[in-house]
T-cell receptor
């Protein structure tokens, strides 16, 4: 069975400083991993995805994540936070290639960005 | 850019009433999903739908729930007799395929409040 744990429910950074949102996963399959972002009153938008190709994945808006199988982690990073990055971020796992479309979400991390 | 739309954005109903939540997936997508998020909790998978039948459903998706694709564009979630605990944000999603490489595109959600 798959599961995802986001280690922080809330992260607060200052504008221009690095962002680190932590995610650990558990999967009995070779997983696909995603980060989605949700801005207030908006739908869930895909930031990036890992699907067994390169372990360092680059996404939109300067975000990237590194798949570390030995640590079962998929942490999301950004070198320099912007005010517009303030949102809820979800780490998500699926079973993997051709294993079905069901997504399993982490609890979410709320990112606050201070001026 | 194509997007998933959902109506209404907010639905208030009395306990025991039937509700239908509507979604218009992206036009060339073949797989459709419903998820829900109870306030303060994780986003949870409810059901996936392909080729006019349910592909997978969670234990939440009991006999009170049903899904339908009544025409070529709409995808609906019906709750026959709403309970207080059905109050949640309901997200519709669609994808071209079910492989882990296929992104699921989410709508903005319908907030259901059961009184």
């Amino acid at each position: 069975a798959q599961s995802v744990t986001q280690l922080d429910s809330h992260v607060s950074v200052s504008e221009g400083t690095p962002v680190l949102l932590r995610c650990n996963y558990s999967s009995s399959y070779s997983p696909s991993l995603f980060w989605y972002v949700q801005h207030p009153n908006k739908g869930l938008q895909l930031l990036l995805k890992y699907t067994s190709a390169a372990t360092l994945v680059k996404g939109i808006n300067g975000f990237e994540a590194e798949f570390k199988k030995s640590e079962t982690s998929f942490h999301l990073t950004k070198p320099s936070a912007h005010m517009s990055d303030a949102a809820e971020y979800f780490c998500v796992v699926s079973k993997g290639y051709n294993q079905g479309g069901k997504l399993i979400f982490g609890q979410g991390t709320e990112l606050s960005v201070k001026p | 850019e194509p997007e998933v739309t959902q109506t209404p954005s907010h639905q208030v109903t009395q306990m025991g009433q039937e509700v239908i939540l509507r979604c218009v997936p992206i036009s060339n997508h073949l797989y459709f999903y419903w998820y829900r998020q109870i306030l303060g909790q994780k986003v949870e998978f409810l059901v996936s739908f392909y080729n006019n039948e349910i592909s997978e459903k969670s234990e939440i998706f009991d006999d009170q729930f049903s899904v339908e694709r009544p025409d070529g564009s709409n995808f609906t979630l019906k709750i026959r007799s709403t309970k207080l605990e059905d109050s949640a944000m309901y997200f519709c999603a669609s994808s071209i395929g079910t492989s882990g490489r296929n992104e699921q595109f989410f709508g903005p959600g319908t907030r259901l409040t059961v009184l």
